[in-house]
């Protein structure tokens, strides 16, 4: 009787072998991706985000995201978006989630998603990760992990002439509210994401306002209108006669509407909350990385540890421009500054543009490898500029320069 029982699940071990193997393997359960009809390998699509569409900065991941998979073809089915995952163990959890879903690529979009999508990836080595705004990619050395960005310091550049414009306006019409025009920033965290951001904005604005100052604060998180909004307050109530910002609520451009002040948003128009006073808004396409990341898995492509997004890409954009606030020929300069970007006439970061108690720069060695392991940092001024985002993909831009006053730098 024993030997019977032996031989039958002997059998039944044979027969199910072939259907274990055609489940795939690498962990947890997931699915092996199929090939299609034309032999390219099948993609089922998962993202991640810190919030919901009540943040701009998640919306605007989430808008690129389904737009890019309409264009790719890629039905509802074959893709799922989950919101409102901390920056925490939830972040693996909900990647091994995607992963037992049959989702063979995995995009997460916050900054402190990073340690656990490198998690996710070491366990699930037949999955592709794909992070947003990190740093370890390059150093981790994992082939399905990767680091995204884009050049989005030269929209903010841009964004930055058009509050330049508007200042000098301001100043022609005598309303300014000091001796000289004084802008605002409200940011996150002192990162040298927000760094990067409130730098070649205000380096946008003084290459048409050459007098222009900026004060900064911040708030500690992405995500906190009612902290973005008294930092707004604050900001105003200093005499800043505009107002940008690097977090993701409406609180700055509603405070702004509520005191008749000029405001350049970020991440998308927020011209329905301040129709009065929104001039623009620079943003990252994410459409043209999502759909070159699904574009590379189905043709069997390997990906680069990082890769970042230009305005030739379609990566960097800015909104519609309200012509109602913003100054006369706002337009035609913004397009004149794009033109001198692109053909490489006008670099950001020129060091004859800004200085650092008192004195130009024409070196500096950047962390730009986050590995413990890594010893020296990197040589970025060169050819008399700060390369941002060419070593790796996220902006280690972290210099204060002169111009620039930060209120606080408590996080």
């Known amino acids: 009787m024993k030997k019977r029982l032996i031989a039958l699940l002997v059998c039944l071990v044979m027969v199910m072998m072939p259907m274990l193997a055609a489940c795939g393997g690498g962990g947890g359960g997931e699915e092996a991706p199929a090939a ?34 309409a264009n790719l073809g890629i039905s509802e089915e074959n893709y799922m978006i989950k919101t ?36 996710a990836a070491k ?16 150093t981790e050395g994992l082939a399905n992990y990767h680091n995204a960005f884009a050049a989005i ?39 040298a994401e927000v760094v990067s951001g409130y730098t070649s904005f205000y380096l946008g604005a003084k290459s048409v306002c050459p007098d222009v100052t900026m004060d900064v604060t911040f708030t500690g998180s992405w995500y906190d209108e009612t902290a973005e909004k008294e930092g707004a307050n604050k900001l105003i109530q200093g005499g800043c006669d505009l107002i940008s910002q690097h977090a993701d609520s409406m609180g700055a451009p509603t405070a702004c509407e509520s005191a008749g002040i000029p405001d350049v948003s970020y991440n998308g128009s927020t011209i329905s909350a301040a129709p009065n006073t929104y001039i623009i808004s620079s943003r990252i396409n994410w459409s043209p990385y999502y759909e070159y990341v699904v ?20 990566s960097v954009e800015l909104t519609e421009l309200n012509e109602a606030v913003a100054a006369e020929g706002t ?28 004195t130009a720069m024409d070196s500096y060695m ?25 070593f790796r993909s996220a902006p280690y831009f972290d210099i204060q320069i002169d111009g620039i006053n930060l209120l606080d730098t408590a996080f």
């Open 366 to 390: 950047a962390d730009v490898d986050t590995d413990p392991n890594y010893e020296g940092d990197t040589e970025v001024i060169s050819d008399g500029y700060f390369h941002e985002s060419e």
């Open 153 to 191: 310091y030269e929209g903010r550049y841009l964004a930055g002439v058009a509050a330049g414009m508007k200042l000098n306006e301001i100043k022609e019409a005598g309303k300014l509210k000091g001796d000289a025009p004084k802008m605002g920033y409200v940011g996150a965290f002192t990162y």
């Open 84 to 119: 409102n995952i901390p920056e925490g163990q939830e972040c693996y959890d909900t990647a091994a989630d995607l992963v037992d879903a049959g989702c063979n690529i995995i995009f997460a979009d916050s900054f402190g998603h990073e340690d656990f999508m490198i998690q």
């Open 36 to 69: 299609d009809e034309g032999g390219e390998t099948a993609v089922k699509v998962g993202l991640i985000t810190l919030h919901d569409e009540n943040s701009t900065y998640d919306l605007n991941f989430i808008n690129g995201f389904k737009d890019s998979m």
């Open 331 to 358: 337009a035609d300069k913004i397009e004149e500054v794009k033109a001198g970007l692109a053909d490489g006439s006008i670099h950001v970061y020129d060091t004859a543009n800004w200085t650092k108690g008192g």
């Open 295 to 314: 574009n590379a898995v189905k043709n069997g492509e390997e990906l680069p540890p990082d890769w970042t997004g230009t305005i030739e890409t379609g």
């Open 123 to 138: 366990e699930f080595p037949d999955v592709q990760f794909c992070h947003a705004t990190g740093t370890k990619a390059h």
